[in-house]
């Protein structure tokens, strides 16, 4: 065994090289007094080779020259963002060279945001969609039939639109209770 050890409290082992421009810089920090290990500088590993974290390298990074692999082994993996009133975001290529948010977890609402024509489909075949185009909102169904159902006994399906006084009213209940359909609005 090779060790390397500093007894100064609070003090660092620092590791450092040369920074391309004629001088040295830091690369790898022991920080004594934070109890920590800093990169100073980009950490790379090699294609096929894994950054691993926990006591039985439970969780992994790693890129395979091809695509890019998040692995978990052990228990529940958790995305989580601690900055106030901050989001997640979920970016991809926009089939033009550039990159474009394709939906959000609005940490200031507690709202998934799909912005404007950006479709959530569900089915193999993207048999159902649903999507806003900035100006009308879709649902679109593609495959088989298209099913409502509420489950809740005596529950009714209300379908509600603009009442033209500023609110809404319902046009079509199906009412659960009574297994009867009722057009209420208009004269």
Known sequence: ?????????????????DD????????????????????NQHLQMADGK????????????YHSGGN?????????????????????????????????????LDGSTGRTIFPDSKELRFGTGSDLNLYHDGSNSYVVNNT???????????????????????GTTAYLTLDGSTTHSYFSAGN
């Open 1 to 17: 065994d090779l060790y390397f050890t500093n007894y100064a409290d609070d003090k660092d082992i620092i590791f450092r090289s």
């Open 20 to 39: 391309g421009s004629g001088g040295v810089t830091a690369y790898l920090t022991l920080d004594g007094s934070r109890v920590r290990t800093v990169a």
């Open 144 to 166: 088989g039939n298209l099913l409502f159902y509420n489950n809740t006994d005596d529950g009714d399906i209300i379908f509600q639109s603009d009442n033209g006084s500023g």
């Open 50 to 61: 894994a950054l691993y974290v926990g006591d039985s390298s439970d969780a992994g990074f």
């Open 68 to 104: 890019n692999y998040i692995e978990n082994s052990v228990g529940n993996l958790y995305i989580s963002n601690y900055a106030d009133d901050k989001d997640i975001i979920f970016q991809s290529d926009d089939g033009s060279g550039g990159v474009e948010t394709y939906f959000f």
